[in-house]
C-alpha cells in the first residue's frame, strides 16, 4: 500500500482536517483501499446502481468522479455518477445521465459534476455510479472486491452502515434511495476529484 498520512492533529501540508488516513491527493479514492487491492472487472447490469461508503478525511469540493472503463460498450449507453449524505436521503451532486463515457475509450474516464460537491471531513457520504439502459454489449467496469458477504455486512445491511450495496431500476440518480441490497462483489472503483 502506498505512503498515507495519518492525520492526528492540526492541518494536513495540503490543507486537510484531523480525521482518518489521506493521501493528501486532489480528491480521494473509494473505496480507500481499492486502488491496491481486491479489483476485479465487473459486468454492469441496466438501469443498476453501485454504492460506496466512505468518510471524507478532509474538507473538500468534488467537481469530478473518475472511474476506468476495461472494456467498452457496443452502444452509446448512458451513465451517471454522485455522491449523497450517510442514509441516502439527499442526492448531494452527480452528472446526471451522461453520453460518451462507455464507448468512446478504454482506460480512465471523467464525469464533470453538474455543480460542485461540498464534502466534510470525518463525514459519512456514499458514492453512487450508476449504468443506464444496455444497447449492446456492455462495458466492463474496475471495481473494488469485498469478496464476501461479511465485509459488505458487518456493520449492517442498510444506509449509513452497509460498506457496499446496489439497486436495481435505478437511473438515473435520484433520492432517496431507500432500501438497497448488500452487494458481495464489488462497488465501482471512483476517484472524487476536486
Not at 62 to 79: E, Q, R
Not at 122 to 150: K, R
Request: aromatic residues 8%; glycine residues 12%.
Amino acid at each position: 500500500m502506498p505512503c498515507q498520512a495519518k492525520l492526528q492533529s492540526g492541518v494536513a501540508p495540503g490543507g486537510g482536517a484531523d480525521v482518518g488516513i489521506d493521501s493528501l491527493q486532489a480528491g480521494l479514492w473509494v473505496p480507500a483501499g481499492g486502488p491496491w487491492c481486491c479489483q476485479i472487472v465487473m459486468n454492469p447490469n441496466a438501469n443498476r446502481a453501485w454504492f460506496g461508503r466512505f468518510v471524507c478525511p478532509r474538507n473538500m469540493t468534488i467537481s469530478k468522479i473518475g472511474f476506468y472503463v476495461v472494456n467498452l460498450a457496443t452502444a452509446n449507453d448512458p451513465c451517471d455518477a454522485g455522491i449523497y449524505n450517510a442514509d441516502g436521503s439527499i442526492l448531494l451532486g452527480s452528472a446526471g445521465s451522461t453520453l460518451g463515457k462507455l464507448n468512446a475509450a478504454t482506460g480512465a474516464q471523467v464525469l464533470n459534476m453538474q455543480a460542485p460537491i461540498p464534502l466534510q471531513a470525518g463525514q459519512v457520504y456514499y458514492t453512487a455510479f450508476a449504468h443506464g439502459p444496455i444497447g449492446g454489449t456492455a462495458m466492463q467496469f474496475l471495481t473494488a472486491n469485498l469478496n464476501q458477504n461479511y465485509a459488505a455486512l458487518a456493520f449492517g445491511n442498510q444506509m449509513p452502515n452497509v460498506e457496499q450495496a446496489i439497486k436495481d431500476a435505478f437511473f438515473p440518480l435520484t433520492a432517496p434511495v431507500g432500501s438497497v441490497s448488500a452487494h458481495v462483489y464489488g462497488q465501482a472503483l471512483l476517484a472524487l476529484q476536486t
